[in-house]
């Protein structure tokens, strides 16, 4: 996806349409961990857009907020966080070519920089580089409420005449010092608007500081060591971390053992506090769009367009929109445990397991993620810097055993132990383990051939730790949900009405069989016995609902590919089910109660016995051992989640990933599942 | 990263980071790592020459520069050449 926000390219500078007047663009840029997205949120709240800078998958978020000098409202960029310009990594390229404004980017006019009042000398690096591209400059001098309890105090104002830029105090987090900040902003944009000569910085003193060269890292090291020296009191001041708490915790979060135990107990918990929450919207979401389906359905007559209105485009609606509670709570509670710093200690405690497979540390969140879906495991992969680290990621994370699995899980279990729940819960937490294992052997074949290259050893910057933040994590959700609603959504929403019409059409008669049954059932209602009626209407449903299942598109594609699938076992009906599920998993099994005994729900025993004694068309069992084991493995390892492809091809930045995916993940089913057959044919299991 | 100008005598003197314990300080001396690692390594502001103390030995490296905590995984660790200093 490379749309970007209408503000940040040119030409198309303009805010809602071509005849309104150039909005001033101010971006804001800092170091990883500096508060930057808080204060983003604090300036904007909800009046910002995410989208992708061009030609890139770094997420750009742009949002507004109200100046005096420009009589209105500018548009405030957030720039990737970054430690310096001058790396050759995808962030600091992007924000280059934004402050020099290289097409398509608009150069913005005056600059907000983010630095941490607790650790002056290492952000001063990136005020250092950004004072040579002569944009006026603010200086946003944040966390002081955590400088001044470890004994820091720092004079904003002789900084600021030190490194010949505004210096404005903020605790981003409480909202203090923003209105002078935005006063501050107000006059670089002004200065920006008078036509004030480029050659900036925003202020000039005597006891402004030489510009450093930013290429030489000694001289801008020196620099920014003067400038903290000088506004703080002197050299005596230099040196000390000063945050004994984080050290006696990182004692602990990254011990081999206990970490381990740390990490497994918070990951735990998050899991179940997802879990445990995500059901009660997910219920409601669900409640609420059988209601609109159904009302729709009382209003409209039947036909066509109501069943593409009622099975197609609110039944996709509501398969996409259920997921939104797991998205958002997901997100809500990784933003809660980044901000509180542990994370970067997580991902180090994981790093030691997943290096041998070619992963990073870092890898870990959205594989855990994809345990519940993986459409927010692949979108949490941006945490990850290395580019070829998170396409792997993203490539082996669907592999994981995800939620819209396990119906298919507990009814092929159930039909290969029935009786025996022991061995059943045996096979269930196999299928979770072989996910697991083809993610992990995936990942290292991939590392050896076309994303060659070990995991980058991990160098990671570990904040100190602190209270997280709700409101940015409430916003971050806010902001991650509209995304996955405005970018997947209509693209699912497409596919699965694509697949309703497939399996619904073309409309055919019922089968004589069942015209027969309803004219008995008819007679046997007039006779006064409801019972034997309502008896031969449900066998006159099912034969119709097989009859236009085996006739419809997605049925005769059944049939066409079911050599495809006979060696693993399957028949033309199990091949539907197969095929139909490629909208989503979980359909399997609706498909296969609707096509083998001719129900919409598989819970009851009833149903899941009618499954077990289905036959096919020569009179043998559709569910044999060996078929359901096969079928099992092929559910595990097979890439069936289109909404999941979407997202892929939009995260990984292009349809071949999509390609690649969808083909090595179904062709390794495919082989998995054809062993796993023919093996237990060779043992004497049929 | 290039080699560091500093006088011969100190080439003498140092060790592997690995080989520092927990509350040592030094200095570093040279990166043998590639390209990028040490570019982030830089910025975060442990280039040649700074001064840093180790936090927690073994993997993760801890490192405190100035006020900045790197956390370093061992492959990391093991391609530095640093110069053991006084504890301040």
Redesign the interface.
């Known amino acids: 996806m490379t749309s970007a926000p209408v503000a940040l390219v040119e030409p198309t500078a303009t805010v809602g349409g071509a005849s309104e007047p150039k909005v001033p663009l101010v971006a804001l840029i800092g170091n990883p961990n500096t508060g930057k997205t808080t204060l983003f949120n604090r300036l904007c709240g909800l009046r910002a857009k995410t989208a992708n800078f061009p030609g890139t998958t770094t997420d750009a978020r742009v949002g507004r907020f109200d100046l005096e000098a420009t009589g209105g409202r500018v548009e405030l960029v957030d720039l990737p966080g970054l430690y310096r310009l001058q790396l050759d990594l995808p962030e600091s390229r992007v924000c280059r070519d934004v402050l020099e404004g290289k097409a398509p980017y608009r150069r913005p006019d005056a600059v907000v920089v983010v630095i941490d009042a607790t650790n002056l000398v290492r952000n001063l690096y990136l005020v250092g580089e950004l004072i040579t591209y002569a944009l006026p400059t603010v200086v946003a001098l944040n966390m002081t409420d955590i400088a001044r309890r470890r004994g820091l105090s720092i004079d904003p104002a002789r900084l600021g005449e030190l490194i010949g830029c505004p210096v404005v105090p903020i605790v981003a987090r409480r909202g203090e010092g923003v209105d002078q900040l935005r006063a501050a902003v107000d006059g670089a944009v002004g200065q920006a608007l008078r036509g004030a000569p480029a050659a900036l910085p925003t202020l000039r003193t005597d006891r402004q500081l030489p510009r450093p060269d930013p290429a030489d890292f000694e001289a801008l090291d020196g620099w920014a060591a003067r400038a903290f020296e000088g506004s703080v009191g002197g050299a005596s001041a230099v040196g000390a971390a000063g945050d004994s708490v984080t050290a006696r915790l990182d004692q602990a979060f990254t011990h081999p053992v206990l970490g381990t135990a740390v990490f497994v107990l918070v990951m735990g918990g998050l899991f179940w506090t997802l879990f445990a929450l995500a059901t009660v919207p997910m219920d409601l979401i669900e409640a609420t769009f059988e209601h609109l389906g159904g009302w729709v359905a009382g209003v409209m007559p039947p036909g066509a367009i109501h069943d593409l209105l009622v099975d197609g485009i609110i039944g996709g609606i509501a398969g996409t929109v259920v997921f939104l509670p797991q998205i958002c709570l997901l997100f809500f509670l990784i933003s809660l445990l980044e901000d509180t710093g542990y994370l970067a200690r997580a991902a180090f405690v994981m790093d030691r397991i997943l290096c041998r497979f070619g992963l990073p540390g870092q890898a870990f969140v959205p594989l855990l993620s994809s345990h519940a879906c993986a459409i927010p495991g692949i979108l949490s992969a941006k945490l990850i810097p290395d580019r070829h680290d998170r396409l792997a990621t993203v490539l082996v994370a669907p592999f994981m055993s995800c939620s819209a699995r396990l119906p298919v899980y507990v009814l092929l279990t159930g039909l290969l132990f029935a009786e025996r729940p022991f061995f059943a819960g045996l096979a269930f937490a196999l299928c979770y383990l072989l996910g697991a294992t083809a993610a992990l052997g995936s990942a290292w074949i991939a590392r050896r051939t076309f994303l060659r290259g070990r995991s980058r050893p991990m160098v990671l910057e570990l904040p100190s730790y602190k209270v997280p933040s709700v409101r940015t994590a409430a916003y971050t959700a806010y902001f991650q949900g509209v995304t996955f609603l405005r970018k997947a959504g209509t693209v699912i929403v497409g596919i699965c009405v694509v697949m309703w019409w497939l399996s619904a059409y073309p409309q055919v008669a019922p089968p004589g069989e069942a015209l027969q049954l309803r004219a008995e059932a008819a007679a046997a209602a007039s006779q006064g016995t409801p019972e034997r009626a309502e008896e031969l209407r449900h066998q006159a449903d099912f034969l119709e609902a097989r009859h236009a299942q085996a006739q419809s598109f997605a049925g005769r594609l059944g049939r066409t590919f079911e050599p495809v699938f006979a060696p693993l076992g399957f028949d033309w009906q199990l091949t539907v089910g197969v095929l139909t599920s490629f909208l989503a998993r979980e359909v399997f099994v609706s498909t296969m109660a609707v096509l083998l005994v001719g129900v919409d729900e598989a819970e009851d025993q009833g149903v899941i016995q009618g499954i077990r004694t289905a036959v096919r068309d020569d009179g043998t069992r559709v569910f044999t051992p060996a078929t359901a084991a096969s079928l099992l493995v092929f559910f595990v390892l097979a890439m069936q989640c289109l909404p999941t492809l979407a997202v892929t091809r939009r995260e990984a930045g292009g349809l071949g990933w999509a390609g690649l995916q969808l083909v090595y993940m179904t062709t390794l089913a495919w082989l998995a599942a054809f062993v796993t057959f023919h093996g237990l044919h060779w043992l004497g299991v049929a | 990263m290039p080699r560091p100008s500093i006088h011969p005598e100190e080439s003498h003197r140092t060790v592997n980071l690995t080989q520092l314990h927990a509350g040592d300080c030094g200095r570093l001396h040279a990166a043998e790592l590639?390209?990028?690692?040490a570019?982030?390594?830089?910025?975060?502001?442990l280039?040649r020459?700074?001064?840093f103390?180790v936090?927690?030995a073994g993997?993760?490296w801890?490192l405190?520069?100035?006020?900045?905590?790197?956390?370093?995984?061992?492959?990391?660790a093991r391609g530095l050449q640093v110069i053991p200093e006084p504890g301040?």
């Open positions: 590639g390209h990028d690692d570019a982030i390594l830089m910025a975060l502001g280039a020459r700074s001064r103390r936090s927690k993997d993760p801890i405190e520069v100035r006020s900045t905590r790197i956390g370093l995984a061992d492959a990391v301040s």
